[in-house]
């Protein structure tokens, strides 16, 4: 059964221009840059800050615990000495709906918020952050509800089967609004601002001035919203971009071969046992009792499995989907690879680092074989590429990112990249996906990730990276043990600059929480 849906990169591309009036001409008569911000904190702009990283957070309680509350009260812990916190991605599950808000962001986060003390009085839509709060887009603050669960929940067999069952998944009722509920909850919903309006509100919060013009002006504490679902800001010398993934993750169209053909019935098979096995896990579940523990544990991996089961099914179905018509969001990519240009080439900027949903490198059980993380690995590849040719002597051996932060699968990992043949060898990268939904295994195969390289002759199969730190779901039953986490990372001055990786871990096992901080390592 597809339980979620998920609108097409086009439509997500123009739903979000028309909510920030992207190229509005108002705004291009400011010379406004709609993908750039300053963070305006009244701080000094030291080389050395720290600031936090979580990611695919979006849940509410699970029976009498709520992992994301424990993840945000440690996080609490760090915030006076934290700069601002980037969050991954999945900022609400299970599709995003505005009705969940309330309780699967705006409580658990209440300290990082204006009158939080308070938090039944704040509209998700009328957030205020006393700590700059800096997302991306995941693929669950995209998902809707499929039209025939909204008309017909109350006949169509497989919800009432989920329903039945004891699976406690945070549906809501209409979805995200391809999107909407995020925009309003995050970016300058301009589409909500008068005509007659748009100029004073333009001329209040976009009074930065940098390089590249006007640009928006980050306040903590009076206004905290972003200019787009992609943008970039400049802190203490690094300067940060923030990517919308789930705009170039479209697998290429199956070829109109003969061994397509068989790919694609390949496939249609492999979705019609998905299918039957979500229906089977949601049966098993409403014969399970969530107050006695051993079916309590039970229940809880179910739901692991039955969302896993999901991604694999939509994955399967972008593939199956994809054709002439398939578009992939070069826009953004051709802006990322400029911006990184320019980045090289503007005197002071000592480091970058890149967030956005989809790890392209990751040894969590489900992840490294979809369709998705292939895409979405290619085309950063096409940016780095295209920015070493441009850039490569001038980077004297030094990594064209830093860092680059990912979430999307389910648990904390550093990954070190080897010689790809492309410019995305040696870097670092650090999946933090693990921040209170429900956590991944790694992979059977361990921490080598191996990729077939068919431009070689022979088709040869070459370690590209290697994971050095995997934290996640480990044990069964009773031992059981499920380390949700996020990382501090403290930047030190220098050029290059060194960052210092601190991750934070709240434990759930044997329905008790520990919380710890575990080895730091250095970058």
């Known amino acids: 059964m597809q339980f979620v849906s998920d609108p097409s990169i086009t439509v997500?591309?123009?739903?979000?221009?028309?909510?920030?009036?992207?190229?509005?001409?108002?705004?291009?008569?400011?010379?406004?840059?709609?993908?750039?911000?300053?963070?305006?904190?009244?701080?000094?702009?030291?080389?050395?800050?720290?600031?936090?990283?979580?990611?695919?957070?979006?849940?509410?309680?699970?029976?009498?615990?709520?992992?994301?509350?424990?993840?945000?009260?440690?996080?609490?812990?760090?915030?006076?000495?934290?700069?601002?916190?980037?969050?991954?991605?999945?900022?609400?599950?299970?599709?995003?709906?505005?009705?969940?808000?309330?309780e699967n962001f705006?409580?658990?986060?209440?300290?990082?918020?204006?009158?939080?003390?308070?938090?039944?009085?704040i509209d998700y839509d009328k957030m205020v952050f006393n700590l700059p709060f800096l997302p991306v887009l995941g693929n669950h603050d995209y998902y809707d509800l499929p039209l025939v669960y909204g008309?017909?929940?109350?006949?169509?067999?497989?919800?009432?089967?989920?329903?039945?069952?004891?699976?406690?998944?945070?549906?809501?009722?209409h979805g995200s609004g391809q999107g909407?509920?995020?925009?309003?909850?995050?970016?300058?919903?301009?589409?909500?601002?008068?005509?007659?309006?748009?100029?004073?509100?333009?001329?209040?919060?976009?009074?930065?001035?940098?390089?590249?013009?006007?640009?928006?002006?980050?306040e903590p504490g009076r206004?905290?919203?972003?200019?787009?679902?992609?943008?970039?800001?400049?802190?203490?010398?690094?300067?940060?971009?923030?990517?919308?993934?789930?705009?170039?993750?479209?697998?290429?169209?199956?070829p109109a071969t003969k061994e397509g053909d068989a790919y694609r019935r390949l496939l249609e098979k492999r979705r019609d046992e998905l299918d039957q096995q979500q229906v089977e896990i949601a049966e098993t579940s409403s014969r399970l009792n969530p107050n006695v523990p051993d079916e309590a544990e039970h229940l809880d991996d179910l739901r692991t499995k039955l969302e896993q089961l999901?991604?694999?099914?939509?994955?399967?179905?972008?593939?199956?989907?994809?054709?002439?018509?398939?578009?992939?969001?070069?826009?953004?990519?051709?802006?990322?690879?400029?911006?990184?240009?320019?980045?090289?080439n503007t005197e002071g900027v000592r480091g970058r680092v890149i967030y956005f949903h989809h790890p392209p490198y990751v040894t969590e059980a489900t992840k490294w074989q979809q369709a998705q993380t292939l895409t979405v690995r290619r085309h950063l590849r096409w940016v780095l590429d295209g920015v070493s040719v441009v850039v490569g002597d001038q980077a004297q051996g030094r990594p064209l990112v830093d860092l680059i932060l990912n979430g999307h699968?389910?648990?904390?990992?550093?990954?070190?990249?080897?010689?790809?043949?492309?410019?995305?060898?040696?870097?670092?990268?650090?999946?933090?996906?693990?921040?209170?939904?429900?956590?991944?295994?790694?992979?059977?195969e361990g921490p080598d990730l191996m990729e077939t390289f068919w431009e070689t002759e022979g088709k040869d199969l070459l370690k590209v990276a290697?994971?050095?730190?995997?934290?996640?779901?480990?044990?069964?039953?009773?031992?059981?043990?499920?380390?949700?986490?996020?990382?501090?990372?403290?930047?030190?001055?220098g050029f290059p600059p060194k960052f210092i990786v601190r991750p934070f871990i709240s434990e759930r096992f044997q329905r008790q929480w520990t919380h710890h901080e575990s080895e730091s390592f250095e970058i």
């Open 310 to 344: 999901e991604e694999l099914t939509i994955d399967i179905n972008k593939q199956l989907a994809a054709d002439a018509t398939t578009v992939t969001d070069f826009e953004q990519l051709d802006w990322l690879k400029q911006q990184l240009i320019e980045s090289w």
């Open 223 to 254: 206004f905290t919203r972003l200019p787009n679902r992609y943008y970039s800001f400049r802190y203490g010398g690094i300067d940060f971009f923030a990517l919308d993934s789930n705009t170039f993750n479209a697998p290429p169209p199956l």
């Open 409 to 444: 699968a389910h648990c904390l990992e550093y990954l070190r990249s080897d010689d790809t043949g492309h410019a995305d060898s040696n870097l670092n990268w650090i999946v933090c996906g693990g921040s209170g939904y429900s956590l991944r295994r790694q992979r059977e």
């Open 106 to 121: 705006i409580k658990p986060y209440r300290e990082f918020l204006a009158g939080g003390e308070h938090p039944d009085r």
């Open 180 to 218: 909407k509920a995020y925009a309003k909850a995050f970016l300058d919903y301009l589409q909500g601002v008068n005509d007659w309006e748009l100029g004073n509100h333009l001329d209040r919060h976009y009074t930065a001035t940098t390089e590249t013009g006007r640009c928006l002006r980050y």
């Open 151 to 173: 008309v017909m929940s109350l006949v169509a067999l497989p919800l009432r089967r989920l329903l039945r069952s004891r699976l406690d998944l945070d549906i809501g009722l």
């Open 12 to 102: 997500k591309i123009r739903k979000m221009n028309e909510r920030v009036r992207w190229r509005h001409s108002m705004i291009a008569e400011r010379s406004i840059d709609q993908t750039r911000m300053v963070v305006d904190d009244g701080k000094d702009d030291s080389p050395e800050f720290s600031f936090l990283v979580v990611g695919d957070s979006g849940s509410g309680r699970h029976g009498s615990q709520n992992p994301q509350r424990q993840i945000a009260e440690q996080m609490a812990l760090q915030r006076d000495s934290c700069r601002f916190v980037l969050h991954t991605g999945d900022v609400i599950y299970l599709v995003g709906s505005s009705e969940y808000y309330p």
């Open 466 to 493: 290697q994971s050095q730190l995997f934290i996640g779901r480990k044990g069964h039953g009773s031992k059981k043990r499920r380390p949700y986490s996020f990382l501090r990372i403290d930047v030190k001055d």
